[in-house]
């Protein structure tokens, strides 16, 4: 993973119990907020890959993602890293299982 990944997720991972015990969206936000800012703050950016084909010269290009786009990304990270604590500490209560057991499926007649 590139540095800049490696960072934003370090720093998902750091502002989480914040958000998690935000009690509303206004609270909730502002710790999107912070984050946004400590990547910003650090010289980071938002990028999205953007594959483009112009005059038959294939490409890759990265394209910086808008201020709405950045808060959404993080948003959806801290939620993403709450979820794999959650997960993480089911399995680890289930017994220490390094997998989750597939649910049995009725087969039809």
Known sequence: DPPGNQAFRQLVKEHYEDYRQATCHVEKNAVVTTVVQCVHETGGRFLQRC???????????????????AHRKT???????????RKQKQRAAAGGATTVPKANKKRKS
């Open 75 to 85: 948003r959806d990270n801290l939620i993403r890293w709450g979820s794999a604590l």
């Open 51 to 69: 594959d483009v084909q112009q005059d038959l010269q294939e490409g890759v290009t990265w394209v910086e993602l808008s201020p709405d786009q």
